[in-house]
């Protein structure tokens, strides 16, 4: 199974980072989330590497977590958390099914590994454009 491309489409939305008016919080975003800034370089497709990036993606949640968000944008930036929990459980689910070599299973995987992924994308877009204003 092959879903490289989905996990570095993760990988690239949120290494993108935030700009914007309120530096100190784009900033500590920036820095909170480097856990995934190299999880694009030799990307594999089996359970380890899809476990490898729940980890680093939980752990850029729990960086964000610590963050505390501009007033305007409170809202879009816990979206975003909720989010990034599901891809993290997604990412989990990508490397069990991965292991159980059952394809329709990991087909399943692979659309809601997607699907989820389009939501962080989205809610980081709308975070972005809360802390820009």
């Known amino acids: 199974m092959k879903l490289t491309s989905s996990a570095v489409l993760l990988v690239l939305l949120l290494v993108a980072g ?33 476990n490898r990036l729940a980890r680093r993606t939980e752990q850029t949640h729990d960086n964000l977590a610590k963050l505390e968000a501009p007033d305007d944008a409170k809202d879009e930036f816990d979206l975003l958390l909720a989010r990034l929990d599901q891809v993290t459980d997604d990412l989990r689910a990508v490397a069990r099914s991965t292991r159980s070599k059952d394809v ?22 709308a975070l972005r454009a809360a802390v820009e204003g």
Do not use: H, I, W
């Open 104 to 125: 329709v299973r990991q087909r399943r995987a692979a659309k809601r590994l997607v699907r989820s992924s389009t939501e962080v994308q989205k809610a980081e877009a």
């Open 18 to 50: 935030c700009g914007g008016s309120d530096s100190s919080f784009a900033e500590d975003y920036n820095k909170a989330v480097a856990p995934l800034s190299k999880l694009g370089q030799g990307m594999g497709n089996d359970a380890s590497e899809f």
